[in-house]
């Protein structure tokens, strides 16, 4: 099965603690994207890479990190600098052209308790 | 600038009407629109998308209407069933270096059956 795999899909984290949001693809896409989800928000862009051990800030980076050492991976940390970091979480990969489709995984829901 | 605005914020149709959703933008280097559906606890999906160089497309029941002088374009879901409530984003995107999506707030659709 070709597609973008998160996980893990709910997340719960301490205040002052980091953690790390996984995501997956087999598409062989070159460009990977972090967005963050909140109600009545739409989806607001965080991170994206359009080539590996590349990758640029968003409109919403301040308190996350990334990295981008393989192809297929583009792992999302939420450090404890971000402020209000409850959300649910998507990313998506696409082949890197404007007019391509960007697919989204299936989501993480990050709940600071 | 990089806004995009939809309208309206939640939509509740019967069974077989016609659903009509609105975004907005100002900036006239966006040249690809995208339409995303999401169901809940899901990534989005691209539904259908139009370049500016066409007025209108229409992909089976689901049509978009462009219009690139009053800088608006709009989704039409005929005949429109239950399975169709889901939240539905508007989005644009550059032809620049970054291809990044802009999305709207995003418009959550109810089918009463």
């Known amino acids: 099965d070709g597609g973008i795999t998160q996980s893990p899909k709910y997340l719960f984290r301490k205040e002052g603690q980091n953690v790390t949001l996984s995501c997956e693809q087999n598409?062989?896409?070159?460009?990977m994207y972090w967005y963050r989800q909140d109600p009545g928000q739409g989806l607001r862009l965080i991170y994206y890479?359009?080539?590996?051990?590349?990758?640029q800030k968003g409109d919403i980076a301040e308190g996350y990190s990334v990295s981008r050492e393989k192809k297929e991976s583009f792992p999302l940390t939420v450090t404890s600098a971000q402020k209000n970091p409850t959300a649910f979480y998507l990313c998506a990969s696409s082949t890197g052209h404007n007019t391509d489709t960007q697919y989204f995984g299936p989501g993480t829901r990050l709940t600071v308790l | 600038q990089q806004q995009v605005k939809q309208s309206p914020q939640s939509l509740i149709v019967q069974k077989g009407g016609i659903s009509i959703i609105n975004c907005a933008y100002e900036?006239?280097?966006?040249?690809?629109f995208p339409w995303y559906q999401q169901f809940p606890g899901k990534g989005p999906a691209l539904l259908i998308a139009i370049r500016p160089d066409v007025s209108e497309k229409k992909e089976g029941r689901f049509t978009i209407s462009f219009n690139k002088s009053a800088k608006q374009f709009s989704l039409h879901i005929m005949d429109s069933q239950p399975g169709d409530s889901a939240t539905y984003f508007c989005a644009a995107s550059i032809k620049d270096s970054s291809y990044k999506l802009i999305f709207g707030s995003g418009t959550r659709l109810l089918v009463r059956p």
């Open positions: 598409l062989n896409h070159d460009a």
């Open positions: 890479s359009q080539i590996v051990n590349d990758f």
């Open positions: 900036n006239t280097a966006f040249d690809y």
